[in-house]
């Protein structure tokens, strides 16, 4: 299943998520309150923690000395797991201008809406 929905301030911006039936695997994150999706492995853990996320400051920096606003350099480190310079940076250069005005708490909370929908169905 692909669900697909309009970022806000984005235009016609998409964000798609795929779903597969739940199947265990080791590694499993634990207390992953979606434990019957098969979400991909690059999943932040901390998406499944209500802990306010705290980007790398050696890292937002790097971002901002490129260039990259605190909004989106934030975003950056929080989707792809806040220990890399060189994937937060090609994430924000493979995004459009638009998608990264998204506040990253208005997209974590959209997420989050999609996933409990889906893990509630699965489960009836």
């Known amino acids: 299943l692909r669900l ?3 970022l806000p301030h984005s235009g016609n911006s998409m964000a798609h998520l795929t779903f597969t039936q739940f199947v265990p695997c080791q590694g499993q994150v634990s207390g992953n309150r979606y434990r ?3 979400l991909p492995l690059s999943t932040p853990s901390y998406l499944f923690s209500d802990s306010i ?5 050696c890292r937002m920096s790097q971002l901002m000395d490129m260039g990259v606003t605190k909004k989106a350099a934030t975003k950056a480190l929080y989707w792809t797991g806040n220990s890399c310079i060189e994937r937060a940076s090609n994430w924000v250069f493979e995004r459009s201008e638009e998608s990264l005005m998204t506040p990253l708490e208005v997209e974590v909370k959209m997420l989050r809406a999609d996933l409990d929908m889906k893990e509630e169905e699965i489960r009836e």
Not at 53 to 57: K, N
Request: aromatic share 10%; glycine share 0%; charged share 0%.
């Open 53 to 57: 996320f705290t980007p790398s400051p």
């Open 4 to 6: 697909s929905a309009p």
């Open 36 to 38: 019957h999706l098969s």
